[in-house]
């Protein structure tokens, strides 16, 4: 069946720091990647996505980045900040009608 | 933020009884999606709409039932079938297919089982 899974669960880094999250998918068909963030007491927001006919997306420090050989995406945020201090979400679509999300990674940026 | 809202907030029910959550969107989106958050299990889909009087059951939709006779609108109800009906619930809308379109979330409504 259909499967996202999203490592790691947890992830604490220093201000200015990079994390990374990784994802991987089951569905072969799939060829659109969203990354959404949750804020403590918030709803999720998307914050990049990245469609199959690209290897790679950036949008000032966040950066997605997609293998469709290996089946697996990753998001890159550089210089973290605070205020990156979030759950974030994969996302793959599975029957072009659903989107089936990773478990989570909750990282913190401590000052 | 998107044009989508949940009510209530926060819902107290009693074991045995069924409630329902609303959701309503402004933005002319044809598809809505339920979600279920629990702690470390991420997002799980409930039920999904792509067009009015039309829904299809997701990963979890035991104990659950929802209703789309308005564009705009996709209430859930939490039946007593439902086993552990405590959770985070989010509603969702997106203008199309999710394989292609971003999707838009309620602030959702914490429902507690006393």
């Known amino acids: 069946g259909e499967n996202v899974e999203q490592h790691p669960s947890t992830l604490s880094v220093q201000e200015g720091d990079s994390a990374v999250i990784k994802c991987t998918y089951s569905?072969?068909?799939?060829?659109?990647f969203p990354w959404y963030k949750q804020e403590l007491g918030k709803r999720p927001q998307l914050i990049i996505d990245?469609?199959?006919?690209?290897g790679e997306k950036k949008d000032q420090r966040i950066a997605v980045t997609l293998n469709k050989t290996a089946k697996h995406f990753s998001l890159h945020i550089t210089e973290t900040q605070p205020e990156d201090s979030a759950v974030y979400f994969c996302a793959a679509p599975y029957n072009t009608d659903k989107l089936i999300f990773g478990t989570g990674t909750r990282l913190q940026v401590f000052p | 933020d998107g044009g989508i809202t949940q009510s209530p907030k926060y819902l107290f029910r009693k074991e045995g009884q069924n409630v329902t959550l609303s959701c309503e969107q402004n933005l002319n989106h044809d598809a809505m999606y339920w979600y279920r958050q629990d702690p470390g299990q991420g997002l799980r889909l409930i039920y999904y709409?792509?067009?009015?009087?039309?829904?299809q059951k997701g990963d979890i939709a035991e104990g659950y039932s929802v209703s789309r006779e308005k564009k705009e609108s996709f209430p859930l109800t939490v039946t007593s079938a439902q086993k552990n009906p405590t959770a985070f619930y989010l509603c969702?809308?997106?203008?199309?297919?999710?394989?292609?379109?971003?999707?838009?979330f309620g602030p959702g409504t914490r429902l507690t089982v006393l």
């Open positions: 990245i469609r199959s006919n690209v």
């Open positions: 709409s792509q067009i009015v009087n039309d829904f």
């Open positions: 969702a809308s997106s203008l199309g297919l999710a394989s292609h379109n971003e999707q838009f």
């Open positions: 569905d072969s068909a799939s060829n659109y």
